[in-house]
Structure formats: structure tokens, C-alpha cells
């Protein structure tokens, strides 16, 4: 059974930094693209970053030079490493493996998320 646990989430200050991790179990980590979703209030869910197995990596233009994926395929984690943050940047945040980088088709089920609050 796949089991994805993310963490890391908190109360920030606009321009601090968060790292958000996200350990996966049940799968061979290291052979799927990963990426990092999110959801703010009333909006719908949405990929910001993802990585595929060689390391390749992509943004949403909004977090672009902000976050930064990475991947430890030892430890089958993913990380988001959040900088420079915006109220907008409010949302919980999850990880799971993309189906369709186009739309929110993902492989398998979500985890519990990790709520992220910009907030002075």
C-alpha cells in the first residue's frame, strides 16, 4: 500500500523560507516523477514543481525562482524548499506522482497534506 507523508508546513512570515518534505512508502521511489501540489482556500489543486526520476524539474511560473524541488531516492523523499514567501503561497501542500502534467491526475491517493500560512 502507498502511503505518502508530507511535512515541514507552518506559520511564515511574507519573505521567509519553509522546507516541506515528503516521504513516500510501498513503491520503488526512485523510478517515478514526482512533483508538489497545492490547494489554497476555495481554489482548486494544482501542480507547482515537479521532478522526474532523472532530475529533471519544472514550475509553475508563480513559484519560479522561489522553490526549488529535489529528491533523495535513498531516503524516497521529496523536498520543496520555499523562499521568499507570499500570502498567496497559502495552501496546503501535497506530493504524489503526476499522471498528466496538465491536469491534477495523479497515481495514487492523497496523503494528509501539509498546511503552509504566509502571514505577517
Known amino acids: 500500500q502507498v502511503q505518502l507523508v508530507e511535512s515541514g ?3 511564515v512570515q511574507p519573505g ?3 522546507r516541506l518534505s ?8 526512485s523510478i517515478y516523477s514526482m512533483g508538489w501540489y497545492r490547494q489554497a482556500p476555495g481554489k482548486q489543486r494544482e501542480l507547482v514543481a515537479h521532478i522526474t526520476s532523472g532530475g529533471s524539474t519544472r514550475y509553475t ?5 522561489r522553490f526549488t524541488i529535489s529528491r533523495d531516492n535513498a531516503k524516497s523523499t521529496v523536498y520543496l524548499q520555499m523562499s521568499s ?6 495552501a496546503v501542500y501535497y506530493c504524489n506522482a ?6 491534477v491526475t495523479v497515481h495514487w491517493s492523497w496523503g494528509q497534506g501539509t498546511q503552509v500560512t504566509v502571514s505577517s
Open 61 to 65: 511560473d508563480s513559484v519560479k525562482g
Open 85 to 90: 514567501l507570499k500570502p498567496e503561497d497559502t
Open 16 to 18: 521567509g523560507s519553509l
Open 98 to 103: 503526476p499522471i498528466d502534467l496538465s491536469t
Open 22 to 29: 515528503c516521504a513516500a512508502s510501498g513503491i520503488i521511489f
Open 9 to 11: 508546513g507552518g506559520l
